[in-house]
């Protein structure tokens, strides 16, 4: 049962053009949601984040939204430059204990950035 | 430079041959986690660790075990590796508590023949 699911598994966009994302979830409990960005030989690095509480965190040319009654958020990123072409995960954290958080990733998206 | 560590960063084996991929931070974390990533299935947990002698299994623990010793290190045993098991295996660090992004080591690809 896939709680966290990214439909599109490649994505190509224009440089300079808007990048957008998308990643939806069925498990209600979810409370924090995240995204990594990973290049090839590399491990996943932390992108941006939102908590259930927020629709909207923006971080320079990256913002993420979240619509909570649809179970979706997606990711924007404007400009889109070459440097951005890497693989997305969205990723959905619940706390499971106090002191832990069990996070669940989608299977991720591969953005190219096309010059 | 605060990172993790993984070891080694290839490695290929034959089924049933015992092996040991160590994880190292240096952050003070408290949580750590191994994650393996196959294609069309993304990141999924195999087992976490909330701090010293306390791990517990995530979604596919079967045919791993861990042990947590020191709160820096984090390895992932292998008893008896099998095909099924060749994936890309990444452990992460962070600190305990909801919503703290988790740091990631490089990865290991693990191919077993």
């Known amino acids: 049962d896939q709680q966290v699911k990214q439909n599109s598994p490649s994505l190509s966009v224009q440089e300079g053009r808007i990048s957008i994302l998308n990643c939806d979830y069925t498990?209600?409990?979810?409370?924090?949601f995240l995204w990594y960005k990973k290049y090839p030989a590399e491990g996943p690095t932390f992108l941006i984040s939102?908590?259930?509480?927020?629709d909207k965190n923006e971080d320079g040319r990256f913002t993420v939204f979240l619509n909570k009654s649809a179970k979706h958020l997606s990711l924007h990123i404007v400009p889109s430059q070459p440097g951005d072409s890497a693989v997305y995960f969205c990723a959905a954290s619940r706390e499971i204990i106090q002191g832990a958080q069990k996070l669940v990733f989608g299977q991720g998206t591969r953005l190219t950035i096309n010059p | 430079e605060a990172q993790v560590t993984q070891n080694p960063r290839y490695l290929i084996t034959v089924t049933g041959k015992k092996l040991t991929v160590t994880c190292s931070q240096n952050?003070?974390?408290?949580?750590m986690s191994w994650y393996r990533q196959d294609p069309g299935l993304g990141l999924r947990q195999i087992y976490y660790s909330m701090n010293v002698e306390a791990t517990d299994k995530g979604d596919v623990p079967e045919g791993y075990k861990v042990s947590r010793k020191e709160k820096r290190n984090f390895p992932l045993i292998l008893e008896s590796p099998s095909p099924n098991q060749t994936s890309l295996y990444f452990c992460?660090?962070?600190?305990?508590?909801?919503?703290?992004?988790?740091?990631f080591g490089p990865g290991t690809r693990l191919t077993v023949t």
């Open positions: 992460a660090s962070s600190v305990a508590g909801q919503g703290y992004e988790q740091y």
């Open positions: 952050m003070n974390h408290e949580y």
């Open positions: 498990n209600s409990m979810f409370d924090y």
């Open positions: 939102i908590s259930s509480i927020k």
